[in-house]
């Protein structure tokens, strides 16, 4: 079985753009869940989509956003980028059941400069 | 405010000697609780996990205790091996919020030959 994918590996923005991350789930896992890590506050929890919708949502501004599709594929999105959005940004995947056991992807390397 | 603390950034032990990593957690909701691990440039895998109900659940070399009177967590590893050198990252969830996990800051684990 095919693991997480995500693109891109690494990208490059200017503060104030958006950007556009992507997430391919695992086949048949239906939850996908977003982390941001950094150096200073470690893995921190963004968002879960399961079926198209917004199931959890962590402590993130608004300018964090993200979205599901009917494949389970998901895509979060920035906007108004900052300096402290600089992060490794991880998807996961994972079944309904057991609740926690998730299945990461190789992440999203942002820097904003 | 962090709910998971994992207070030990690293540790170094010796091959074929035990490995103890802890966690301490603060919130009384979370009921299950799980160990991950992490390889540079790489997404963190699944180790083992445990549910609030049990104090010890085993796979392999790979052995966790909870102790929810303390709200304390450990992960054995016996014997360690070089290949188990990573960050390990305990995290919890509560039924609520099944797959919002709250990650602990790591420890790296170095295994010496």
């Known amino acids: 079985k095919a693991g997480v994918t995500q693109t891109p590996r690494y990208l490059i923005k200017t503060r104030g753009q958006q950007v556009t991350l992507s997430c391919s789930p695992i086949?048949?896992?239906?939850?996908v869940s977003w982390y941001q890590q950094t150096p200073g506050q470690g893995l921190q929890f963004l968002f879960e989509?399961?079926?198209?919708?917004?199931?959890n949502k962590g402590n993130f501004p608004g300018r964090f956003s993200g979205r599901q599709f009917s494949n389970s594929r998901s895509e979060m999105n920035v906007s108004t980028l900052e300096l402290g959005d600089s992060a490794l940004y991880l998807c996961?995947?994972?079944?309904?059941?057991?609740?926690?056991?998730?299945?990461f992807g190789p992440g999203t390397r942002l820097t904003v400069t | 405010d962090q709910q998971v603390k994992q207070n030990s950034p690293s540790l170094s032990v010796q091959e074929g000697r035990i490995s103890i990593l802890n966690c301490d957690y603060t919130?009384?909701?979370?009921?299950?609780f799980l160990w991950y691990k992490k390889y540079p440039a790489e997404g963190p895998t699944f180790l083992i996990s445990?549910?609030?109900?049990?104090d010890k659940n085993e796979d392999g070399r790979f052995t966790v205790f909870l102790n929810k009177s303390a709200k304390h967590l450990s992960l054995h590893i016996v014997p360690s091996q070089p290949g188990d050198s990573a960050v390990y990252f305990c995290?919890?969830?509560?039924?609520?919020?099944?797959?919002?996990?709250?990650f602990g800051q790591g420890t790296r684990l170095t295994i010496n030959p």
């Open positions: 996961a995947s994972s079944l309904v059941l057991p609740p926690g056991e998730q299945y």
């Open positions: 086949s048949g896992h239906r939850s």
């Open positions: 989509y399961f079926s198209e919708t917004q199931r």
């Open positions: 919130n009384s909701m979370f009921d299950y």
């Open positions: 445990i549910s609030s109900i049990k």
């Open positions: 995290a919890a969830s509560d039924s609520q919020g099944a797959q919002k996990l709250v």
